[in-house]
């Protein structure tokens, strides 16, 4: 299967200040991370706020560029943010926000939004962008009065499919879906992500899908990663990681997720904060929170291995681990 979208060993590092006059300090939003994705797959991100999730699916966007390894969409490196390929290319990829009320212009009426980025691609005359805005109203299940109305005169839920359609309108092979129901209630969480899917199965549209959430993400993902601190801790197939989770920190967090009508789990609650991302612990950035560390995990950083069911595992003590090649 060929890969719309790659990420080889990419990493992206911030300035930061200690204090009003304190030195700066490097800090690795993103550590050597590698990521696949095919056309019509999507690919779930999750782990805690401050992980490098938002991070990642900038730099995949290219909204952002590494510091080190290459992004490749459609098989080529991604351009500079801001040349004239970039801009061109930005119409086969599209980010879907987690709060749609500011993602839009509360002065436009939700079909101009929709047409925006029609106009900004130069897509088809004004009676064909006309046609294309009330169609994609329907597709995400807006009726024709909504194009009139200004966002704040929605609901969330029809704010939130408004965006999707906006998103829609160039015809994305790519979208990268940002935390995009969790301003939602449970309810209308389950309608938005439902549509997500079946417009994904229509269109054949890939989805980097970023969340918190691990229920949302098993739903909707053919493959689901998780980070921590700015790194992969384990990647594979959702119903291996979410069964059988290899890593202290996928168990923590599949140990938190609520089974209706099934016998309670017992949960594991980790102690303390994550590290500073600037202050990185040395070893295994897990190793201060993980109740089974050993002396290996707190001077030796586990590098991805794989599993003989796939799966990748950056853990010491992961079973039957086949080193990874350089």
Same mark, same amino acid.
């Given at each position: ?7 080889? +060993? ?39 706020? +401050? ?105 969330? +839920? ?161 079973? +039957? ?6």
């Amino acid at each position: 299967m060929t890969d719309l979208l790659e990420l080889a +060993g990419v990493s992206r590092v911030y300035a930061s200040r200690r204090g009003l006059i304190g030195r700066a300090v490097a800090v690795r939003a993103v550590d050597d991370v590698s990521l696949r994705l095919a056309a019509g797959r999507t690919l779930g991100i999750v782990g805690e706020s +401050g992980c490098g999730k938002s991070t990642t699916g900038r730099l995949a966007l290219g909204l952002e560029r590494p510091d080190q390894g290459i992004v490749r969409f459609e098989g080529e490196p991604m351009p500079a943010p801001g040349s004239p390929v970039w801009r061109r290319l930005r119409a086969r990829m599209q980010l879907v926000y987690q709060d749609p009320l500011g993602a839009m212009d509360r002065r436009l009426t939700i079909a101009t939004q929709i047409e925006e980025p029609l106009v900004i691609h130069d897509i088809g005359n004004a009676a064909e962008r006309r046609d294309r805005v009330a169609a994609l109203l329907r597709d995400v299940g807006l009726r024709p009065d909504h194009a009139a109305r200004h966002p704040h005169e929605l609901s969330g +839920g029809q704010r939130q499919r408004a965006v999707l359609a906006r998103a829609l309108a160039t015809d994305p092979a790519l979208l990268v879906c940002d935390e995009p129901v969790s301003a939602l209630d449970v309810s209308i969480q389950a309608q938005v992500v439902n549509m997500l899917t079946d417009l994904q199965q229509a269109r054949g549209i890939a989805m980097l899908f970023i969340s918190h959430d691990l229920k949302v993400v098993r739903q909707v993902s053919h493959e689901v990663a998780v980070m921590y601190l700015g790194r992969t801790v384990e990647q594979g197939d959702p119903e291996a990681i979410f069964a059988d989770p290899v890593h202290p920190y996928s168990r923590a967090l599949v140990s938190a997720i609520p089974v209706p009508g099934a016998r309670r789990r017992e949960r594991i609650v980790l102690t303390g904060d994550p590290p500073n991302p600037a202050d990185r612990p040395k070893g295994c950035a897990f190793h201060p929170r993980c109740p089974v560390a050993v002396a290996a995990c707190r001077v030796e950083t586990p590098a991805l291995q794989t599993l003989p069911d796939g799966r990748e595992v950056a853990c010491h003590l992961a079973p +039957g681990t086949i080193r990874k090649a350089a």
